[in-house]
């Protein structure tokens, strides 16, 4: 489906990623009791940042190594397309962090770009060829695993947790593809990420 419209896989992903910029998360109870409570970052403190995101990306058995490289592609492409850039940076703080990590079955989770702050549309850029300079094994394991969309959730929330300062909003945006058929339970998983005040987008990768 991608070959004859190149430029629509990097147009969606930079519109899914201006709206993850854009995005409030609205939560009911005491977020004061949250992990990562959204709205609660001190507006004095120079080191915040206005987003937190953590890009989990599935390279299962059910993505092939077109859909692989085009995925790392096409967020390369979004994040160093300038108008993503200034939807990142436009917030209060002037500051986003972001990780990269691509997952598999239950027990494959790899974090290639730990969680890292930035400033700059150059920073951004630096983050886009940093993914394009991931390693691409055909023959490594984790490309031959099934789909643990929960194990893989509960990896991003340790990604997340690597963040040494405080966010506006804390989000995950995981892609998927195929059926979940390993691990751990994904609605579980899901409620416990969201009770620590965390937001799930998912991103749905049509082979």
Not at 40 to 46: I, K, L, V, W
Request: aromatic share 8%; proline share 3%.
């Amino acid at each position: 489906m991608y070959s004859n419209c190149a430029w629509r896989p990097h147009l969606f992903v930079v519109l899914a990623i201006i709206l993850t910029f854009f995005a409030w998360a609205v939560r009911a109870g005491d977020t004061d009791a949250l992990r990562y409570a959204s709205g609660q970052a001190d507006t004095n403190d120079p080191t915040r940042v206005d987003i937190a995101l953590v890009l989990a990306v599935d390279v299962s058995s059910s993505i092939s190594s077109h859909e692989r490289r085009f995925q790392r592609e096409a967020y390369a492409k979004a994040l160093s397309d300038r108008r993503v850039a200034a939807m990142a940076l436009g917030g209060g703080a002037g500051r986003v962090a972001i990780a990269y990590m691509e997952w598999s079955g239950k027990r494959y989770q790899r974090v290639h770009l730990p969680i890292r702050v930035m400033t700059s549309h150059a920073d951004m850029v630096q983050f886009a060829n940093d993914i394009l300079n991931i390693e691409d094994t055909p023959n490594d394991p984790m490309y031959l695993q099934p789909t643990a969309v929960g194990d893989a959730l509960l990896a991003a929330e340790v990604a997340m947790s690597a963040l040494r300062v405080s966010a506006r909003d804390y989000i995950i945006d995981i892609s998927g593809d195929g059926v979940i058929n390993d691990g751990f339970g994904v609605l579980t998983a899901r409620d416990h990420l969201l009770s620590m005040g965390l937001t799930v987008n998912g991103l749905p990768i049509e082979g």
